[in-house]
């Protein structure tokens, strides 16, 4: 219809046809029946890799016997070994102690020893200032030597005088001290000679065998 032919129309009274009135378009979403890919409302799709992806899901859940940061399961051989691995751990720390708990008694007792043989022998050793005889002896795997008189050596040679060694010194006593010190602490004996014992058992008993100063440690 042309302009014209309106305005000659709106002129006779006729009105003008009301516009119609637009409606909001929808939100977009699911539609209550579905759709055409599938999707039911308050469903997932059914989708073909949908299963796969909940059985891959569900493959990386820990099992029963298996924890997060636990390696494989132990078995009874390895806990049996484990026990006795511990076991002789314990065993050889046990011995430890008690060999260092001897050790420290052993030390004790020589203590107690060497002080009861120094009480013992005080103001009873023989030794002379003015002897010149070396009497050489072997003690300790090495040979030592004392220096006694003529009377002396003779007396030492027969038994009835004898050597203790205490503090690196040499003490010449009579045989009855040296028995009586050598029950108290028998290392303590460097020379004791046996009257029984025949001369020539002792090679250093006669002085006229002696011993180079460098042979004597």
Do not use: C
């Amino acid at each position: 219809m042309s302009d014209t032919l309106r305005d000659q129309l709106l002129g006779l009274g006729f009105k003008p046809a009301p516009k119609p009135e637009r409606t909001p378009p929808a939100k977009s979403g699911p539609k209550p029946g579905g759709d055409r890919r599938g999707h039911v409302a308050g469903k997932p799709a059914n989708r073909p890799g949908a299963k796969h992806d909940l059985r891959k899901s569900d493959s990386r859940k820990p099992g029963p016997q298996q924890r997060p940061g636990q390696g494989k399961p132990r078995t009874r051989e390895d806990i049996d070994l484990a026990k006795a691995y511990a076991i002789r751990a314990q065993r050889e720390k046990d011995e430890r102690i008690a060999a260092e708990a001897a050790k420290q008694e052993e030390a004790r007792l020589r203590r107690e020893a060497r002080a009861k043989l120094a009480e013992l022998v005080k103001d009873k050793v023989l030794n002379a200032a003015d002897a010149e005889i070396a009497r050489h002896f072997p003690y300790g795997g090495k040979i030592k030597r004392i220096y006694v008189t003529q009377a002396q050596l003779k007396a030492l040679n027969a038994g009835e005088l004898g050597v203790l060694q205490m503090d690196g010194r040499y003490l010449l006593v009579s045989a009855e001290l040296l028995a009586q010190a050598e029950a108290v602490f028998a290392p303590s004996v460097a020379l004791k000679i046996d009257p029984d014992a025949p001369a020539e058992g002792d090679p250093y008993a006669d002085p006229k065998y002696q011993v180079p100063d460098d042979l004597v440690w």
